[in-house]
């Protein structure tokens, strides 16, 4: 590999497994997901009445909830009315809207003023949706974030439909982190091979499967940061070095064909096998979003020391739901 004259890359994985071989099957005809399924469906049917009955009772309705069950009750409703988290992908495209919770002195919420901040985050979802120029797309998800004030991050997935290629999948050579686009500056200022390797590997994720009349509904677990260097791996997943003081060249930071090829097998070994198998993730485990940026460490000369990546990970857990419980979801 080019990148090797200057520094070290070092990729350390304690298990292999064939990608074909990790597809997500029902592990019986019971259908265990589909049983857990019926309970997270009643959940989100609770919540979706309780707007309801708040918003057709406004003056007289008094009911309250946590800002904690607010931001969990329209995070699983926002997906579970349009999210298609096991659809498979070509690309995929990251948004983030801001939403307000109007508080009160308790900290929590009217359920009314819940049900009027869902109607506007759908809206600014809706917009995200159209203004996101793919041609057959879906929202593969929805991940609410809250800090500690009233201000509520929505992160919103959107994919464009497409079937994994097979093969060697790059042709082209690309920048490493800086969003300098290919190697001959195509898509400068936008994107760069970090990018371009996770729209590949978040396409081509492991899917699951529902029976039929059923489909699958997505609660959202948690988001983790996996820094290259940082990882819970036995070594590094992408890591360049340099001597105090001395640069890197335009060729050592560039990754070729071959090179994006390899370090998309190592990630996707790395994403859909060992950190599953490490966090110890059930069967229907369901990465939501993935975005893999490069991070450059530079000294006071800002002289580049050394090039890893950052691995940030949308985990979820997928469920599947009889569509007569609760209805599939729909384009915004």
Same mark, same amino acid.
């Given at each position: 590999?080019?990148?090797?004259?200057? @520094?070290?890359?070092?990729?350390?994985?304690?298990?292999?497994?064939?990608?074909?071989?990790?597809?997500?099957?029902?592990?019986?005809?019971?259908?265990?997901?589909?049983?857990? =399924?019926?309970?997270?469906?009643?959940?989100?049917?609770?919540?979706?009445?309780?707007?309801?009955?708040?918003?057709?009772?406004?003056?007289?309705d008094g009911d309250e909830m946590t800002k904690e069950e607010a931001v969990?009750?329209?995070?699983?409703?926002?997906?579970?009315?349009?999210?298609?988290?096991?659809?498979?992908?070509?690309?995929?495209?990251?948004?983030?809207?801001?939403?307000?919770?109007? /508080?009160?002195?308790? =900290?929590?919420?009217?359920?009314?003023?819940?049900?009027?901040?869902?109607?506007?985050?759908?809206?600014?979802?809706?917009?995200?949706?159209?203004?996101?120029?793919?041609?057959?797309?879906?929202?593969?998800?929805?991940?609410?974030?809250? @800090?500690?004030?009233?201000?509520?991050?929505?992160?919103?997935?959107?994919?464009?439909?497409?079937?994994?290629?097979?093969?060697?999948?790059?042709?082209?050579?690309?920048?490493?982190?800086?969003?300098?686009?290919?190697?001959?500056?195509?898509?400068?200022?936008?994107?760069?091979?970090?990018?371009?390797?996770?729209?590949?590997?978040?396409?081509?994720?492991?899917?699951?499967?529902?029976?039929?009349?059923?489909?699958?509904? /997505?609660?959202?677990?948690?988001?983790?940061?996996?820094?290259?260097?940082?990882?819970?791996?036995?070594?590094?997943?992408?890591y360049l070095q340099n001597s105090y003081g001395v640069q890197f060249t335009?060729?050592?930071?560039?990754?070729?064909?071959?090179?994006?090829?390899?370090?998309?097998?190592?990630?996707?070994?790395?994403?859909?096998?060992? /950190?599953?198998?490490?966090?110890?993730?059930?069967?229907?485990?369901?990465?939501?979003?993935?975005?893999?940026?490069?991070?450059?460490?530079t000294d006071e000369n800002y002289t580049i020391r050394w090039i890893n990546?950052?691995?940030?990970?949308?985990? @979820?857990?997928?469920?599947?739901?009889?569509?007569?419980?609760?209805?599939?979801?729909?384009?915004?």
């Open positions: 590999i080019t990148v090797l004259i200057a @520094g070290a890359m070092i990729t350390m994985f304690s298990c292999t497994k064939d990608k074909s071989e990790i597809t997500t099957q029902n592990e019986s005809n019971d259908c265990p997901s589909c049983k857990t =399924g019926i309970e997270l469906a009643n959940k989100i049917n609770n919540f979706k009445q309780r707007l309801k009955y708040a918003n057709e009772n406004l003056y007289k969990e009750g329209m995070e699983l409703l926002i997906n579970a009315s349009h999210g298609f988290p096991a659809e498979q992908y070509q690309k995929i495209s990251i948004d983030t809207v801001e939403i307000v919770l109007p /508080l009160n002195e308790q =900290g929590n919420i009217a359920v009314t003023d819940v049900e009027t901040t869902y109607s506007g985050m759908q809206t600014l979802i809706k917009d995200v949706f159209d203004n996101t120029n793919y041609s057959d797309k879906h929202i593969v998800s929805v991940m609410l974030i809250s @800090g500690d004030d009233n201000v509520v991050k929505a992160i919103t997935t959107t994919g464009e439909k497409g079937e994994d290629p097979g093969g060697n999948i790059f042709t082209d050579c690309w920048w490493y982190g800086e969003e300098l686009g290919m190697c001959d500056y195509t898509g400068a200022g936008e994107t760069d091979g970090g990018d371009a390797l996770a729209e590949e590997l978040f396409a081509n994720r492991p899917s699951i499967f529902c029976p039929q009349g059923y489909h699958v509904v /997505l609660s959202i677990e948690y988001s983790e940061v996996f820094e290259g260097n940082e990882s819970i791996c036995t070594g590094y997943i992408f335009d060729s050592e930071k560039k990754l070729y064909a071959n090179e994006m090829n390899y370090w998309y097998d190592q990630e996707f070994e790395f994403l859909f096998t060992t /950190l599953p198998q490490s966090l110890n993730k059930p069967s229907n485990w369901l990465m939501a979003s993935l975005r893999i940026d490069g991070n450059e460490h990546h950052i691995n940030m990970v949308t985990y @979820g857990l997928a469920f599947c739901v009889k569509d007569e419980v609760l209805a599939p979801p729909t384009n915004p």
